[in-house]
């Protein structure tokens, strides 16, 4: 019985984490510009591995594979926000505007630049 | 507990993670500016992060964690040195704009 509900929790939460990372996915393809694919890709990453990863930590225990990955999580919580904030500042500073509705072809920037 | 395997739902959630990463890598090789490539680096690397460590369970071999461990540290620093290039225009020195 705690077995199943072991099985079930890890399961549960792997099969979550998928489906953030789908929905990542899904984001990054349809967006209409830079600035709202960083908005659906960083959030729907670090949420999605966590979770997969969480529920990995909670289906090895803690006396064996458990602990390296925490430390993997813990890896994914600080690097996912700090790579997407520093990619839109940079992308900002290097000229990239945002899409807006009234200016739907602004989300530009030539390659050439 | 080792009546319960969940070998098979490791194996399936990492082909389900290897098809989002080669559709993300359609964002990468089209995607109109150079932010949208880098972006979708960043994020192929992640899902292979957590692609290696399903890897290490699913195959009970305890090395392929400290493989997906470096290569985490190593995407997150790829991708904050191409967005100082990308900003910059320079990889050394100080911060000045």
Known sequence: MLAAAHALIASLLVITGAAFFFIGTIGLLRFPDFYTRVHAVTKCDALGGGLVLLGLAIWSGPDGEGVRIVALIALILVSSPTAGHALARAAFRAGLKPWTREHPRQGGMHESD | ?97
Request: proline letters at 3%; a positive charge.
């Open chain 2, 1 to 97: 507990m080792n009546e319960w395997s969940l070998i098979p739902l490791f194996w399936g959630v990492l082909i389900f993670l290897l098809v989002n990463a080669f559709a993300c890598l359609w964002r990468g090789l089209a995607g109109p500016t150079l932010p949208d490539r880098i972006l979708a680096a960043n994020v192929i690397g992640t899902k292979t992060m957590v692609v290696l460590v399903l890897l290490g369970l699913a195959r009970e071999q305890g090395i392929w964690l400290d493989v997906a461990l470096v290569y985490g540290l190593l995407s997150f620093t790829v991708t904050l040195v191409a967005s100082r290039l990308l900003e910059t225009g320079r990889l050394k020195g100080a911060w000045r704009n």
